[in-house]
């Protein structure tokens, strides 16, 4: 008769719950560290995948030249510039996406737009430089104006003419 009140208790039913478990995990020789294990590498991967649409839509606003952030970047302002707009259009179609621009690391500060900004541009750089370099032929154009916060902007391009004499512009 105790033994049937025991087996009707919460503990009992929990215990139950854990031997069945331990017991398929044994079944399938897998400890908790590999389950854990695999669990972090697909975190991991989700993380990695999502840093990639948070730097592809920086490369996107610089190759067309769009200003990334609005004047309230606050999320309860209307218009939170054009970085946080289209991270915001493309997570409607990736909830991956979109669960990680609601947790609390998700890389859309301003000094995060600019480290991510100067990591494209240096990449971008040492492409460019030897493409620039082997042409043998080029010439330098600089042009520099301040911006609103009387800030001086410097942007330099170079236009080289390439050993099939085709003439091309990078800008830097």
Sequence with gaps: MSFNKHEATDQHTQATSFYIDAKRM???????????????????????????????????LGRQNIPFRGYDESTESTNRGNFIALLSWKASDVPELAQHLTSKIHY???????????????????????????????????????????????????????KELVVEEHFF
């Design 108 to 162: 859309t500060s301003p000094s995060s737009q600019n480290e991510i900004i100067e990591l494209v541009g240096s990449s971008v750089e040492a492409a460019l430089v030897p493409k620039v370099q082997n042409n043998g032929v080029w010439s330098r154009i600089a042009d520099e104006t301040s911006d609103i916060s009387h800030h001086e902007q410097l942007s330099l391009c170079f236009r080289t003419v390439s």
């Design 26 to 60: 044994h079944e399938r020789s897998t400890s908790v560290a590999s389950e854990v294990s695999a669990q972090h590498a697909s975190q991991v991967d989700v993380n990695r995948k999502n840093v990639g649409r948070i730097v592809e839509t920086v490369m996107l």
